[in-house]
């Protein structure tokens, strides 16, 4: 062996300096993987710390927390500004009361609800509670039992409010039924006393009220259905419109999928006042006082808009129940609408109705369906095809080549001697008439339309007390 390593000195060199160095290698190689393996341990420490807290909520920047706060008193805020947009008519008179009083409708709101939530375990009557409460001056503990009011300024608020509540409703507000409608604005739905008679007087009373308004005071025709009850669906998405049947192809009923004929006149007030269900109302729902005087409610503000768009007839005003419809937080009160009258008319009925918001009331409106009362285009078309036969005793005829002229010598009823050539009939056939902002379109010599839709009026009943 002596002998080998002397002979090869320069390979044993080679070959020692080569093992030590694979030694050291093997050595760091163990080293990194030592390392590395506690980096991968880390790693997956890590991501399982993450993965814990995307499922948890990340504390909050203590920098931050103010200005979270600040937000949701904002949102507070604004919610109670808007909701009272939804169905609450009578709150601009609630402003104008409380502010005679230095208060807001909020605080007089939850003054009183303090007050109701002891007093209706008496079972006092409300003119009772009613005095009670104005006799107990707004001690409540809310606001530090201070003196709110006085009897007098009471008084004065009670006029002012009383002179707002009347622009918004047709029945009259006088000492019998002032209180009442105060305490329903405060939250508290009215009853009638619990009586039926006077809730049958009443209905009857708007109902004649709104005919009155309209087809007496202001000409407006009602020949059509009217205060009663149909079945309407109901609309949640877009997949729930339903085309309504056209009305050239025949009577209402003649074509798949038509509405069921229904009987004109005016409702029964038995049924309307909470008695016995009307035709298709539920029987399991009940109808209180408070619905049938949001229903004529409803009824004569939706009157008032007829009336302010300058309508010439209303073919239809149903509805669909008094109950309405729960959807969240809010119910929906839903009524079928046919009206007649000139496209301006039918345009400032719905722009009448989208800005109604401005005197707390939100009109959604759906299933429109707008078609000519006289199409005289189509009318010509059918002259012109040879359709049209005879009319009254007189035959129509036509002759339109090379520009001859056109005799129709009343067969279409235009009280006209002599004939027409064709650029004539195209002139009397249709036109656009200016008409304020938005070019009218007048098909024909009258540009009387049907216009037909589905209306569901939003009430926010979330502070409503029990």
Known sequence: MNR???????????????????????????????????????????????DKLQR???PADE??????????AGYDKAM??????????????????????NLTPEQLKENFKEFWEKEKESQSPRELSYRHYVATLGKGKDLQGKQLWTAEAWEEAMEDFVADAQK????????????EIFLSSLGLPRNMGKSQARLDAFARDMQNK???????????????????QRDIPEVRT????????DGRKGKEGDEPGAAPSRNSGVADMSAMAGGAPGEGQSEEKTIEPADVILHWNIISDLARHFVKAKIDSVEELSYKDMTGREDKGCKLYTYSV????????????????????????????????IAKQEDQVQDIIDVAQGILGKKGEENTTLKVQNDSPVNFNGGMGMGMEGGMDAKQIAAQASYFKEEGKYPECVAGRSNIITASFVVDYVVYNGDTLK
């Open 210 to 228: 709104v005919i009155d308004l309209l087809t007496g005071k202001n000409e407006i025709t009602m020949m059509g259905v009217y205060f009663t």
């Open 168 to 179: 918004t409703t047709i029945e009259e507000i006088g000492p019998l039924n002032r209180e």
């Open 63 to 72: 920098r931050n927390i103010p200005l979270v706060q600040e937000d949701i």
């Open 80 to 101: 109670v500004r808007l909701k009272n947009y939804f169905g609450h008519p009578l709150y601009p008179a609630l402003q104008k009361f409380a502010a005679k009083l």
């Open 338 to 369: 046919s009206v007649v009258g000139s496209e301006s008319d039918v345009r400032n009925l719905f722009n009448s109705l989208s800005d109604a918001y401005k005197q707390h009331r939100v009109y959604l409106i759906r299933n429109l369906s």
């Open 238 to 245: 877009n997949l729930d419109f339903v085309d309504l049947p």
């Open 4 to 50: 080998f390593i002397k002979k090869n000195m320069f390979l044993v060199g080679v070959l020692g300096i080569s093992a030590l160095g694979v030694l050291v290698l093997l050595v760091l190689s163990i080293w990194q993987y030592i390392v590395m393996s506690a980096y991968i341990h880390n790693t997956e420490d890590m991501k399982s710390d993450i």
């Open 56 to 58: 948890q909520k990340p």
